[in-house]
């Protein structure tokens, strides 16, 4: 204290102590992701690195107002003792900040990088400010050398203020960081150090340079192809289509996003990059050389096994272990590389669809149960028509109307009639038809060969679901305006007829696979999160409050779909060559696009809009399942309300009316963009909602947090489990169901394994596919969930904090309370006879492969 004193006397200051935090390389970079960064984190000691405290609360008269900015200070040598919250993997350095008098109490700090290579800086905290106490920056950002900026990069404190509330002197430097992120003056390819978030249409799947069978419809920015937007990367057009961005060579996943879209997850978002990199680029060749001497077809259920109890065998291939050596990642040689003495490779995990029963996945009864308790529960209808209708225009496509009829289900519908069943709420449909018919021609026109499904489902007294009739649909050989051709399957257990009704949930399956990869996972939740992503980042400062609540729930998400438009969806990807939609995967995801709505992706409003749930009269917040047991919105709803009232609690600390809500500008331009430029093909529709009100804004805010975090994990996690055994979910049908009096239809009758083998996906694709979805299945060790925040001091308002504690211990009830339904014997539709309770929407996880756990996030 005295010397502190004196200091002031003479003009010195007051010496203020702080740490900085900063991860370490082998942390951040699995794989050389950037060459430049640091080895020696001594290399930014010295004069290296300056930081500046930007005053909150003292204006600079001489510079417009602005918080004072003090002398620079840099970093120090580590302290000892270290402080006992450091964790492995981070380094801390001292720093001591001069505060001359009347500069007042810092609210953000400008950190300048003279060091060529970057660093990643995690955080910054002063330990004890005189008149404040403790300040912390949660900074969780890549710095670059100045160079590479225009601006000073300004970090601020873990303080929350809406537009109006924020100090004064740091104004000019909260709108300053906006203007940098919107980046709208910036018109050339964006480079790793830029920060620059903005939108463009899916321009860059296809690659007509390459030929024109690579060659894809621009995707967002017209009535025929509407779509959500993506990042801008900037890059140039393409010589043959100037409406076309340009292709990075396929083995070069360094897709452009704003660097700090990659600060968390980092490692394994470069593992997951170079995962795909090795598929899609290294696996294929391989598989291709030995699928080019081997048949192509697995010949029995016991070859299929084969791939998870001894690995495929290795033809004795001289090129085959070249291509094996080439692969880039350690992982997948290891997995390609048969063990000594060993003619076999490509050894998978058994998955959990397996592992009790080898055999239960072929009953109807957990073909119907997947339908509420599988990876793709989202679909399922109440049947509100009998027979089902068509939307098609029949203009165009003539009678798409259905052809089941009551005496095809009546004797599985337990004595009662169609009509009965239908008014008692017990008929419920798989609907594939009006979806698929558009592209069912040009589909079929490739390697596929699909029909248009229609499934329908009795609910039984026990609330399981028989399945009662299959139709499946081509169009009529003379011309698609001549309707739908179709047959109707029923159930059948012995002969023939049980090799068809096989055959037929088989092509249920193929539909239900694609839609699933397409719609219900990439559509619904990565592509349409993305625009919010960005208009976040332009729009709501760090120092807002909704920009605190919904910044955990986009980490990683636009790193993760560039890596997708460059090795996944793209112009020959991995979907393209493993799913039934072949090159028509993406245009008619469009299409889809076209009948999406903001408000109905929140649960309640989801579930009432399929039939499945209906609004309790004694409560309109709450809704009443049809089906009981109905594990995905069981769990879902509860998740669901603990998330609404989080979102409530937290809004009402910073909103304590309409008013203030009407009056935020950045809050009010954020939901305008968002709809009219990020969702702008849809922008005119009347379901958005007007952001006028605090119910309005705990609405949007859920409802994203939602899609983000529990339907994402709904959909994403069970995809190995359910789908690593490619007969329960088999993603291609390479022919038709085989007709009386045919070759394959007299080896039904000796041996059905064969057809149905032959039926669905070969080898090469299922493994390509297989060897993705694990990838995508795995929890990575660093995964944050939900109600969790990977800094403690994420916010310095002790009411928000303790408000984000209650909602985790909400879900901690919730995890709790899945468990003891799955302990329910009685709740068949948990685990069905398999024994494979549904936990996909259990809060959290460890890491690996686990159909478990909700990330914050759509990261993987």
């Known amino acids: 204290m005295i010397g502190n004193i004196v200091g002031n006397i003479f003009g010195q200051g007051t010496k203020v102590k702080g740490h900085v935090v900063l991860m370490d390389k082998n942390v951040l970079d699995f794989n050389d992701i950037g060459a430049g960064i640091i080895n020696n984190i001594q290399d930014f000691l010295g004069q290296q690195v300056s930081l500046q405290l930007v005053s909150a609360t003292a204006g600079d008269p001489n510079n417009g107002n602005r918080g004072v900015v003090g002398e620079k200070a840099y970093l120090e040598p580590p302290l000892f003792p270290i402080l006992p919250n450091i964790v492995a993997g981070e380094s801390q350095y001292g720093v001591t900040f001069h505060v001359k008098e009347g500069e007042g109490i810092p609210g953000a700090v400008i950190v300048k990088n003279l060091h060529l ?13 005189p008149g404040k106490g403790r300040i912390h920056f949660d900074c969780n950002s890549w710095v670059y050398n100045v160079g590479k900026y225009t601006y000073d990069r300004v970090f601020f404190s873990n303080d929350n203020y809406l537009p109006k509330d924020t100090p004064a002197p740091l104004r000019p430097y909260r709108e300053e960081e906006l203007r940098h992120l919107r980046g709208d003056d910036v018109n050339r390819k964006l480079e790793e150090w830029d920060r620059v978030y903005n939108y463009a249409c899916y321009n860059d799947l296809g690659n007509p340079d390459g030929g024109s069978n690579l060659a894809r419809p621009v995707l967002g920015g017209s009535a025929e192809y509407p779509y959500p937007r993506r990042g801008k990367t900037g890059r140039a057009p393409t010589k043959t289509d100037p409406k076309s961005e340009s292709r990075l060579p396929s083995l070069d996943l360094n897709i452009y996003v704003p660097r700090d879209e990659r600060f968390g997850h980092l490692k394994m978002s470069d593992f997951l ?16 050389a030995v699928f080019d001497k081997t048949p192509n077809t697995f010949d029995s259920y016991k070859d299929v096994l084969q791939l998870y109890e001894g690995g495929l065998p290795l033809p004795d291939i001289p090129q085959v272990q070249a291509l094996i050596q080439a692969i880039p990642l350690e992982m997948l040689k290891n997995i390609l590389t048969p063990p ?4 076999s490779f490509l050894k998978l995990p058994v998955p959990q669809i397996i592992q009790v029963d080898k055999w239960t996945w072929k ?17 399922i209808e109440r049947l509100k028509v009998f027979p089902p209708v068509s939307k098609l225009d029949s203009a165009r496509y003539g009678d798409q109307n259905s052809k089941i009829t009551a005496e095809h289900i009546k004797k599985n519908l337990d004595g009662l009639t169609a009509e009965q069943a239908l008014g008692s709420r017990r008929l419920f449909i798989i609907d594939h038809h009006d979806s698929l018919v558009p592209y069912l021609s040009r589909i079929n026109s490739t390697s596929s060969k699909v029909y248009a499904t229609r499934t329908l489902l009795f609910l039984k007294e026990d609330d399981t679901l028989r399945p009662v009739a299959i139709e499946l649909s081509l169009l009529h050989p003379e011309g698609e305006q001549n309707g739908a051709s179709s047959t109707v399957y029923t159930p059948a257990d012995t002969g023939v007829d049980a090799a068809i009704w096989q055959l037929a949930k088989a092509f249920v399956v193929v539909n239900d696979y694609g839609v699933h990869q397409l719609i219900s996972h990439w559509l619904r939740t990565h592509a ?14 760090a120092l807002h409050p909704i920009n605190k609540l919904l910044f955990p729930h986009y980490r990683d998400t636009m790193n993760i779909n560039a890596l997708a438009r460059q090795a996944l969806v793209n112009a020959g990807g991995v979907i393209e060559s493993s799913i039934f939609f072949s090159k028509y995967a993406m245009e008619l995801s469009s299409s889809i696009y076209k009948d999406w709505n903001f408000v109905e992706q929140a649960l309640p409003a989801d579930l009432i809009k399929r039939g499945m749930a209906e609004v309790d009269p004694s409560s309109p917040s709450k809704v009443n399942l049809v089906i009981k047991d109905y594990p995905y919105a069981v769990d879902g709803l509860a998740i669901w309300s603990a998330i609404e009232s989080w979102v409530a609690e937290y809004t009402s600390i910073y909103y304590s009316d309409d008013l203030t809500i009407q009056s935020d500008q950045e809050l009010q331009a954020w939901w305008k963009e968002t709809v009219q430029v990020g969702h702008g093909d849809r922008k005119n529709e009347p379901w958005w909602p007007e952001l006028n009100s605090r119910p309005a804004l705990v609405q949007i805010c859920s409802t994203i947090i939602w899609v983000a975090s529990a339907m994402h994990a ?8 359910y789908g690593g055994y490619l007969p329960n979910r088999p993603s291609l049908s390479r022919q038709f ?37 694990e990838i995508l299945s795995t929890h990575a060790s660093d995964d944050v ?9 994420w916010t310095s308002n002790a009411k928000a904090a303790e408000a984000l504690q209650r909602f985790a211990a909400t879900l901690r009830g919730v995890e709790k309370k899945i468990a003891e339904l799955n302990a329910d014997a009685g709740l068949k539709n948990r685990g069905g006879s398999e024994k494979f309770s549904y936990t996909l929407l259990s809060p959290y996880s460890e890491a690996g492969i686990t159909c478990k756990g909700i990330p914050n996030s759509i990261s993987i």
Request: proline share 6%; hydrophobic share 40%.
């Open 737 to 773: 169901m085989p007709e009386v009096g045919s070759a394959d239809y007299e080896l039904l009758k000796t041996n059905p394994d064969k057809v149905f083998l032959k039926t669905i996906t070969g080898q090469l694709q299922a493994i390509l596919e297989l060897s993705v979805i």
């Open 273 to 288: 990059g170079n995962a795909i990199k090795a598929v899609s680029s290294a696996l294929l060749p391989v598989l291709q």
């Open 363 to 379: 009953t109807d009864e957990e073909f119907a149960r997947e339908t509420l308790a599988g990876v793709n529960p989202v679909i």
């Open 340 to 343: 000594q003495g060993q003619r």
């Open 785 to 793: 969930y939900l109600g969790q925040r990977p800094s403690k001091e």
């Open 714 to 721: 709904a959909v994403n996690f069970g995809q190995y489990p």
């Open 528 to 541: 349409v999160i993305e625009p919010f992503v960005i208009s976040t980042n332009r729009h709501l400062s």
């Open 117 to 129: 290579a970057q660093f990643f800086l995690k955080s910054i905290t002063i330990d004890d400010f």
